[in-house]
């Protein structure tokens, strides 16, 4: 079989997977709104603290809506097949949310713009000027602490790039986990479906970049770049509890999609892939 094919056999089951889970994220992210944020507040990042500062201020209709709009943003096809669209309120409160990454400043009678720092990151900063904690964290010891947390659901990790890796077939298709060390963040996390195990030029994806911030509406990824030194089994505990959730519902999410691609794709070369 070869590329063309296999993407073609491939693409149905893209749409129904892309409705399903736009819905699904849809239901997830009011459940997270009704239970005033747990995962997000979790989550040691920039971008998460900002969104709950964002939050105290504003209404709690156009939190309700900043989240529906990013997961319409994040999920155009699923948005596309169940004929949604984006509102004009929901247009208003994400370009707001953008607007309150920046703030004002006057210095000597002009006003600056500076990117906002949100108040539990201030907080940290702080800590770390009194020699109180650190975000200095050490990448090894939070490898450890994962390779721990998720053994008991994904067994060990595979050798890849990153230490990136962990995998299980559901049915006839590969759901993986991707802890990323080795970015401008310290971890960054989701979650991928393909219908072939094997890296090489002919993507067969059902789905990608399943992970909190992106099925809450925030974020592409879930990216942790705030994790203090004594957080680090804290974290490492999250981010298996979010990877559990993942396993929870994917049985529903992949009901009835089956495919019968071949692991080889004949104009479909190997990516090698060199272990750290």
Not at 45 to 57: C, K, N, P, R, T
Not at 102 to 113: A, F, I, N, P
Not at 242 to 247: E, G, H, I, P
Request: glycine share 4%; proline share 5%.
């Amino acid at each position: 079989m070869k590329c063309a094919e296999a993407q073609s056999l491939l693409a149905p089951l893209q749409d129904e997977f892309a409705r399903r889970y736009y819905r699904w994220c849809l239901e997830e992210s009011e459940r997270e709104f009704e239970a005033d944020f747990p995962s997000i507040r979790a989550i040691k990042s920039h971008v998460a603290f900002l969104f709950l500062d964002f939050a105290d201020i504003s209404s709690r209709e156009e939190i309700r809506r900043l989240m529906v709009s990013g997961i319409k943003r994040s999920n155009p096809r699923g948005m596309e097949l169940t004929n949604g669209f984006i509102s004009p309120e929901e247009e208003t409160v994400q370009k707001k949310f953008v607007a309150f990454f920046r703030d004002e400043v006057m210095l000597q009678g002009q006003r600056l713009s500076s990117a906002r720092m949100p108040k539990r990151e201030s907080q940290i900063r702080g800590r770390e000027l009194l020699g109180q904690t650190s975000t200095d964290i050490k990448s090894k010891e939070l490898k450890q602490a994962l390779v721990k947390a998720f053994a008991p659901n994904w067994g060990k990790p595979e050798r890849a790039p990153a230490f990136g890796l962990f995998s299980k077939k559901l049915g006839s298709w590969h759901l993986s986990a991707s802890l990323d060390l080795a970015g401008h963040a310290q971890l960054n996390y989701s979650h991928l479906i393909s219908a072939r195990q094997r890296i090489d030029l002919c993507p067969t994806y059902l789905h990608h970049s399943i992970c909190p911030m992106n099925w809450c509406g925030l974020q592409g990824e879930t990216s942790f770049d705030l994790i203090q030194t004594s957080e680090i089994q804290e974290v490492a505990q999250t981010v298996a509890r979010f990877s559990s959730r993942v396993l929870q519902i994917m049985p529903e999410l992949l009901s009835g999609l089956e495919h019968s691609l071949p692991e080889e794709i004949e104009d479909a070369p190997q990516i090698p892939l060199r272990a750290r």
